[in-house]
């Protein structure tokens, strides 16, 4: 993972101070792999699904903002989600109607 331990933390805090302490942040993409050079910041978060409409994008927004005022101007993507209810019927459901961008983030996204 091409992320360090102060980068990590200041990705974490300014996901839960936007989108709460339950929030989660996955890492997907280039970031991932030691082998490669380069790359945007790619971030999967899963929040409680408390916003919606512009306050989600507001959420998004700031915490893009956030972290590039932190780390320096770097391109960073974000790609929001509500989180799934883990054991149920739904879950499945859910998956299989999440846009193609959250499916294929889940499958290699590394959880900060």
């Not at 590039?68 to 109607?97: M, N, P, Y």
Request: proline share 1%.
């Amino acid at each position: 993972m091409r992320l360090s331990k102060d980068q990590i933390d200041v990705i974490k805090k300014s996901v839960r101070a936007r989108f709460g302490f339950s929030s989660k942040v996955f890492l997907f993409g280039s970031r991932l792999y030691d082998a490669k050079s380069g790359g945007d910041i790619d971030l999967l978060i899963e929040h409680d699904g408390s916003m919606e409409g512009g306050s989600l994008i507001k959420a998004k927004l700031k915490t893009m903002t956030d972290i590039q005022f932190a780390l320096g101007d770097r391109k960073i993507d974000i790609v929001t989600v509500c989180r799934r209810t883990k054991g149920s019927q739904k879950e499945d459901e859910t998956e299989q109607r999440a846009p193609l961008i959250v499916q294929e983030a889940r499958k290699e996204a590394v959880e900060l």
